[in-house]
């Protein structure tokens, strides 16, 4: 019940077009909906999120889309460049005992974006 | 504002030596902090968190354990490496809702 579900494993763009890494998740308690953003050899980097009230959220050329009623979620990368290419994350929030919260990690979306 | 910092970026060990990765986070008090390990693949497995001084809270069994001796401070630590125990390691802390956790810069170990 605490698993969050990324799909493609890998993706790959060319320039200019739209990326789409989808997310679902099975836990209705999770209550807050992460984004992370890898480059090789750092650390994840939080890219945008969203909470469950919400349909969308866009910031720049990243959005999150969320159907609360599937239990899905996904991003939106338009105008995809190649300096997007990198491992993204979709994660998501529920308690963990006390006041403690824990992330929930998909596996991950290499994506690559060839110029 | 609030940094975290995670040292050594890169280690080589031997199978059988010991381990000690560092973890603090300046700016901020009472933080919940987690290790996390990335294997070859890109998965991000959570290994321990603390809510506290001297609490901790183990997710998967294994080789490794971890202390936090102060508020900002958390140590990942091994007795004696595995082959098993190469990976990336990474420290994060969670400065509360709305926002998402905020990673350490990692460690790539390397047992051989």
């Known amino acids: 019940q605490q698993q969050v579900k990324q799909s493609p494993q890998s993706l790959i763009v060319q320039k200019g077009g739209i990326s789409i890494i989808n997310c679902a998740y099975e836990?209705?308690?999770?209550?807050?909906f992460p984004w992370y953003q890898q480059f090789p050899g750092k650390g994840p980097a939080l890219l945008i999120a969203?909470?469950?009230?919400?349909s969308e959220k866009k910031e720049g050329r990243f959005t999150i889309s969320f159907n609360k009623s599937a239990k899905q979620f996904s991003l939106h990368i338009m105008d995809s460049q190649p300096g997007d290419s990198a491992t993204y994350f979709c994660?998501?929030?529920?308690?963990?005992?006390?006041?403690?919260?824990?992330?929930?990690f998909g596996k991950g979306t290499l994506l690559t974006v060839n110029p | 504002s609030q940094t975290i910092h995670q040292w050594p970026a890169t280690l080589v060990q031997p199978v059988g030596s010991p381990l000690s990765l560092e973890c603090t986070v300046e700016?901020?008090?009472?933080?919940?902090l987690y290790w996390y390990r990335q294997a070859a693949g890109r998965g991000l497995q959570l290994l321990f968190y603390?809510?506290?001084?001297?609490?901790i809270s183990s997710e998967v069994p294994q080789n490794l354990s971890a202390s936090r001796p102060q508020d900002r401070q958390f140590i990942l630590s091994s007795k004696k490496l595995l082959l098993s125990d190469s990976g990336f390691y990474l420290c994060?802390?969670?400065?509360?809702?709305?926002?998402?956790?905020?990673f350490g810069s990692g460690t790539r170990l390397t047992v051989v």
């Open positions: 994060a802390w969670n400065p509360g809702y709305p926002y998402g956790y905020t």
């Open positions: 836990n209705t308690a999770f209550d807050y």
């Open positions: 969203i909470r469950p009230d919400v």
């Open positions: 994660a998501a929030r529920g308690k963990s005992g006390g006041s403690n919260y824990k992330l929930t």
């Open positions: 700016g901020t008090s009472n933080p919940n």
């Open positions: 603390s809510v506290g001084i001297g609490q």
